[in-house]
């Protein structure tokens, strides 16, 4: 059974950095797209970032090209997610998902198709 436990989340000044972890046990992890999500009190879940099996392709919501980064290392079974330049807006309970991904090269970014959820990891930002 796959299980996915995010870290990393923590209370960080504007302007600053945070690295999120996550990290999978069960299935085969290099046969897995993740990606990463967001949400606040009241609101949906939101796509933040997605990466491909083998990390060959990434994608991004565009309120954080530019500051944002995933990454992977599959020998560790493990998805990041560098956060850098953080805003108020990015305050969220972030959480990491994981689906079988049949074709190399595919991102997700849609919440309804991945099945493995983590239990989230809070980020706030202080102004």
């Known amino acids: 059974q796959v299980q996915l436990v995010e870290s990393g989340g923590e209370l960080v000044q504007a302007g600053g950095s945070l690295r999120l972890s996550c990290a999978a046990s069960?299935?085969?992890?290099?046969?897995?797209?993740v990606g990463w999500f967001r949400q606040t009190p009241g609101k949906e879940r939101e796509f933040v970032a997605a990466?491909?099996?083998?990390?060959?392709?990434?994608d991004y919501t565009d309120s954080v090209k530019g500051r944002f980064t995933i990454s992977r290392d599959n020998a560790k079974a493990t998805v990041y997610l560098q956060m850098n330049s953080l805003k108020g807006e990015d305050a969220a309970v972030y959480y990491c998902?994981?689906?079988?991904?049949?074709?190399?090269?595919?991102?997700?970014?849609?919440?309804?198709?991945?099945?493995?959820w983590g239990q989230g990891t809070q980020v706030t930002v202080s102004s």
């Open positions: 998902a994981e689906e079988y991904s049949l074709l190399e090269g595919t991102t997700i970014t849609t919440a309804t198709a991945y099945v493995y």
């Open positions: 069960g299935g085969t992890f290099s046969a897995y797209a």
């Open positions: 990466i491909s099996r083998s990390g060959g392709a990434t």
